[in-house]
């Protein structure tokens, strides 16, 4: 049986003694104290280079390191890390690997965040409450510019006081920021003329998400219709809206604010002009260099392309079938019908919506293709 711990010494030492005196060969003593020829070789040797002070136990000491980094990866690895200081350990390890291809490997994240901690740049963690399970988004993207979305990241005040509303844009299927506009206030024009130039440089989606505020839906609207989501449709794109205080259906996009806001409002510029830098360099690297998890570490501009519906020079007019009945909405918000005016809405003065009967006296409303509300004729009352 192998040596017990508390007489491990003496039984070396025994050992020894029984193996000088000759009485057994190696290998009967070895049998008899039940350890390998090797073993007693190993104590031979030690016993003859060093006497009795050989047969001590000595420190074990690994021959290779497998999670040792080498001095010039630790180097490079920090001097990433000083470029890109909210990066964790596996963004800089996906980043390394796709732009420093001669290198043979790089270490584990694991063994990188081991790094980043002992030179003090991993703030440990503050506790949170368990997360809700996740949910689906709102609706699908299965390519670019299926499903772009559009938010303000909440206000907040610059250096010299003034508000400072950032109005973003992202598509839903590459994650790629299209957009990411300081502005001094959140008015539909002013989101529109951020959007005319975003569609200009990359197109016309399909369909356009945003929660239920102004300026991209009223609430108290047929079809919570705001002017800009009127613009959409003209354009032919869907408004689609998350429910009310689901913000977890446009959950890709609040993410994406999480990340905005670290770094680029902390602390915010002194103007405009400062903190509008701040976020054309955000939208640069967040869509050219940071590797995306969920996109399996590659970068968001590696999936996305421009849209092929090109932005319009002019507005398209509007088209319906030949049994609606067509109408123009007053600058009052109301429609001349059956001799009496019929309020539809103010957000559609000006616009041309198509009424198609469904039942006796029961209408269906549209805005081109997009069914907006009902009005049944019997009750004199619009549904939206």
């Not at 509303?165 to 299209?178: A, C, E, K, Q, V």
């Not at 446009?250 to 002194?270: C, I, Q, S, V, Y």
Request: charged share 30%.
């Amino acid at each position: 049986m192998p040596w017990e711990e508390a007489t491990r010494m003496s039984q070396r030492l025994r050992f020894i003694c029984e193996l000088e005196s000759q009485c057994y060969p190696m290998s009967e003593l070895c049998e008899r104290h039940g350890i390998s020829r090797k073993t007693g070789y190993k104590w031979a040797r030690r016993y003859a280079e060093q006497g009795p002070g050989g047969l001590e136990d000595r420190q074990r000491i690994a021959k290779s390191f497998p999670h040792q980094i080498s001095p010039q990866k630790a180097c490079r690895l920090l001097e990433l890390r000083q470029r890109f200081p909210f990066w964790g350990a596996r963004k800089l390890r996906a980043w390394l690997e796709a732009h420093d291809p001669q290198e043979e490997s790089w270490p584990a994240a694991s063994t990188i965040g081991d790094l980043l901690k002992r030179h003090g740049l991993v703030a440990p963690r503050r506790s949170r409450r368990r997360p809700l399970p996740p949910q689906r988004p709102r609706v699908e993207a299965t390519g670019p510019n299926d499903v772009w979305s559009i938010d303000f990241k909440g206000q907040f005040r610059l250096g010299n006081g003034r508000l400072c509303y950032p109005l973003t844009i992202s598509d839903g299927y590459s994650r790629y920021l299209l957009g990411c506009a300081g502005l001094e206030s959140p008015r539909g024009d002013s989101c529109r003329a951020v959007m005319e130039r975003v569609f200009r440089e990359h197109g016309v989606p399909s369909a356009i998400l945003s929660d239920n505020g102004s300026p991209f839906a009223a609430s108290r609207s047929l079809g919570r219709l705001s002017r800009l989501s009127v613009w959409w449709i003209r354009l032919g794109i869907r408004p689609v809206l998350i429910q009310p205080g689901h913000p977890e259906q446009n959950g890709r996009h609040e993410r994406m604010h999480r990340t905005l806001k670290a770094e680029t409002t902390r602390p915010p510029a002194e103007d405009g002009r400062r903190q509008q830098g701040r976020f054309d360099e955000f939208r640069s690297s967040y869509n050219e260099q940071r590797p995306h998890e969920a996109l399996g570490q590659v970068p968001p501009a590696s999936l996305y392309r421009c849209s092929p519906r090109p932005y319009p020079s002019r507005l398209p007019a509007w088209e319906y079938p030949s049994h609606f009945d067509v109408r123009r909405v007053r600058h009052t918000g109301e429609i001349r019908w059956r001799g009496e005016s019929l309020f539809v809405s103010q957000s559609l003065q000006g616009e041309r919506i198509g009424l198609e009967e469904v039942e006796e006296d029961r209408w269906s409303v549209y805005l081109g293709s997009v069914l907006v509300g009902r009005y049944d004729g019997r009750e004199r009352k619009m549904y939206g």
